[in-house]
């Protein structure tokens, strides 16, 4: 059949609008850009997420190299302009730095192309960890062993130009030595995450099971009254934050456990400050609260049931009471997700959440009510190959 010359008209300038507006007949053009770290190939995978779907669709040129060895962390600064890799490098120790070990600053063009700009290093060993504070200012670094020997672990600040991502380190003027300042911030022994809220920074360590409070003033960071936070986990896998509360999982007992941060970053526990993790559940091995501090999510890597003859990996998923941070399980959960579950975000637009999955090197994306906290399958598929290994994974809902 063919069209009038009024038809093609009409035809050619709905064909206009919808590639101005980035649409397809799928879609409803992109929300953001989201990368995965892949420690096996040292890669990141790269992609843009679909608004009317959830679906990602691959970044023009990606993987990108991650420019050294063993990615372990990654963020993106405020504005979505840089974005900064932590490479542990292979082989490091307590006094030496690991093969391909560095600092990585990243440039996101259009699409979400990342382009190499520079590598800085930290002042520790064995990087573990990254995180953006200060308003988008700093960034810290958190390095399993310190740089005096002493078995603890350090965190290496930076101060991040607005204009460019570059770095520049900041001194700890409140430690001297031999009458100058020195160049990081010691934590507990064998730190393996940090997280920041309510002018606070906690760093939790794995001997011990402990939190090192700190206060942020500005880049400097300053020791609280409280030097060494001790909780009552038998093994602690990770921290997350969510208003002025605190969340730990500890697979030892596979439990949550839920802290509120009070004046000068100390810590008290909640009512009902341990709670057990849902039934079917086992290691839990990292935890998110969504963005309006409303429902947390804890990521299990196998499970307890003996109906199963593979053990399977699960979200476990909570309502967060408004008074008092307690986690009601939520009806339904836990969901399905890949295989080794080791990280979770949430989109910009709080529509959709995505899990990444070491072991099968997958992301799983899901439909999110924040209303009800319930996690569902995507219209169109909700699994995703990433890269080999696939690590923590950053988003970035605007470049500007």
Sequence with gaps: MKLSLFGRLAMAAFASLVLGLGMTACGGGTIGYMWVLGSQYNQIAAFKIDDYTGNLTQVPGAPFTSNGSNPVSIVVKPGGRYIYVINQGVGGTSTTKGTGAGVELFSVGG???????????????????????????????????????????????????????????????????????????????????MRATAGCLFTVNSVGNTITPYAVSGSQLTFTTTQTFTTGATTLTSINVGGNYVYLTDSGQNVVYQYSVGSNCALAATTGNKTANLTGTSNP????????????????????????????????????????????PIVGSPYTVGSGPVCMLEDPSGQYMYISNKNDGTVTGKLYDPNTGILSQLSRGSTFPATGQAGCLAVSGAVN
Aim: charged letters at 10%.
């Design 111 to 193: 699409d979400g192309v990342l382009t190499f700009q520079q590598e800085y290093q930290t002042q520790g060993f064995v990087s573990q960890w990254a995180e953006i504070g200060n308003g988008g200012q700093t960034l810290y670094v958190l390095d399993k062993y310190s740089p005096s020997g002493d078995g603890n672990g350090a965190i290496t600040a930076f101060n991040s130009d607005s204009s460019t991502g570059r770095l520049t380190l900041v001194t700890n003027t409140q430690i001297l030595q031999n009458g100058v300042a020195t160049t990081y911030f010691e934590v507990g022994a064998s730190p393996f995450m």
């Design 285 to 328: 091995t990292y935890s998110f609260v969504d963005s309006a501090a409303k429902h947390l999510y804890v990521l299990n890597q196998s499970t307890t049931s003996t109906q199963v003859s593979t053990p399977y990996s699960s979200i476990s998923a909570y309502t967060l009471d408004p008074s008092t941070a307690q986690p009601q």
